[in-house]
Every structure is written in C-alpha cells, then in structure tokens.
C-alpha cells in the first residue's frame, strides 16, 4: 500500500490562507468519505483536525476546513498563526488494509 | 479525561522480541476500537495494527504481518503489541491510539513510546 501523497512543504505568512494536497486512488481517498487530518509539533503525539474529510473534532478552530474532488483531499488553513506551524499528515480508510498515512506536509509560518 | 500512556518500549538486538504495553483510562475502553501506529525517526506515520472492542476483528500493516501480534486485555483497560523478528526498519516511536467516532481516524494518542533495533 503506497503512501498517500501530500507536498513536502508549505509556507504562508500571518493571516493568510494555505492549502495542503492529498492525493491518493479510488481505493482510498477516492472510494471513501474517510479523511483524516492530523498536526504534529516536534517531539508531540499528532493530533486530530479534520475526519470524513471536512468534520472538526470538538474544540479545533474553525480555521481549519477540508474537503475532498476526486482522488484529491485538501486541507485548509485560514487566517493563518504562528501556533499552525508545524507537520501535517492526512489519512484515509483503504480496502486493502485499514488505513493509510500521506507522506507529511511541514508547514512554515513566515 | 482520556489518557493512554504506552510502556515497554527500548533497545533490542535484531531478530529479538519486545512487548508494548498501552494503559488507558477516562473513557470505557472496551468499547472502543484500539490501533497502533508508528514513527521512523525523520519520517511520517505509519499505521500498524487494528483491534476491535472485542478482539473479533484484528488488521496488520503488511510491513508487520506474521511478525507482530495485537491483543487487549478489557478487563485491565490495556492494549499490548507483541513484536517478534524485530528488524532495524522497525525502530520507531510507537503510539497507541483510539478509534474516534470518524471512519478511520484516530481521536487520542498516547505520547508515544521509542523502539530501537539494533546490535
């Protein structure tokens, strides 16, 4: 089971908006209503932001929005702060085992 | 308030075993849907391994399959990991981590704990 795929990197200044990809296949992001998305700071547990693509957990700003096209899931930040730095990882249900991680999106904030 | 906390982790020669251990309290744990999933050093997460409320229903990542071995304990609140043929690629930190009410996602997470393999 291949990784999902997510840039390596994004960057954006205070206030502004980011967008993070996910891309995947039909057996994954695609055929499923099962994204996830999870922020980690350094040396910290990742933490759950968005799950079935676009619902926010109890508590998580309402700066953070998702949404998915296709084999595509996205993950938008807006009004962007200092405290947003850090790694992002989407996930999705898969038929072939349970779930499957992308690759990790490190977020500056300039 | 949820708290997991996994135990059992440290420095193993390959080919050795190790077992993980992960306590959970404030929530009913046996009725919850349990994982485990890994971090490389460096490196993005990796899900291991999935259990049901009752142990019916038990998934491996196929980097782990026939190597390691998920189980629970509900009347202890505990979730174990049993890894066996440990290999260098498998040195990471290990968390155990709840089933939200999500598809698959995973709503709390334990701090972790670190597995080295290596002679």
């Known amino acids: 089971q291949s990784a999902l795929t997510q840039p390596a990197s994004v960057s954006g200044s205070p206030g502004q908006s980011i967008t993070i990809s996910c891309t995947g296949t039909r057996s994954d992001v695609g055929g499923y209503n099962y994204v996830s998305w999870y922020q980690q700071h350094p040396g910290k547990a990742p933490k759950l932001m968005i799950y079935?693509?676009?619902d926010r957990p109890s508590g998580v700003s309402n700066r953070f929005s998702g949404s998915k096209s296709g084999n595509t899931a996205s993950l938008t930040i807006s009004g962007l702060q200092a405290e947003d730095e850090g790694d992002y990882y989407c996930?999705?249900?898969?038929?072939?085992?349970?779930?499957?991680f992308g690759g990790g999106t490190k977020l500056t904030v300039l | 308030e949820v708290q997991l906390v996994e135990s059992g982790g440290g420095l193993v020669q390959p080919g050795g075993s190790l077992r993980l251990s992960c306590a959970a309290s404030g929530f009913t744990f046996s009725t919850y849907i349990m994982n485990w999933v890994r971090q490389a050093p460096g490196k993005g997460l990796e899900w291991v391994s999935y259990i049901s409320s009752s142990s019916s229903t038990i998934y491996y990542a196929d980097s782990v399959k026939g190597r390691f071995t998920i189980s629970r304990d509900n009347a202890k609140n505990s979730l174990y990991l049993q890894m066996n043929s440990l290999r260098a690629e498998d040195t990471a930190v290990y968390y155990c981590?709840?089933?939200?009410?999500?598809?698959?996602?995973?709503?709390?997470w334990g701090q972790g704990i670190p597995v080295t393999v290596s002679s």
């Open positions: 981590a709840r089933k939200g009410v999500g598809g698959a996602s995973f709503d709390y």
């Open positions: 996930s999705s249900y898969t038929s072939s085992t349970y779930v499957v």
């Open positions: 079935d693509v676009s």
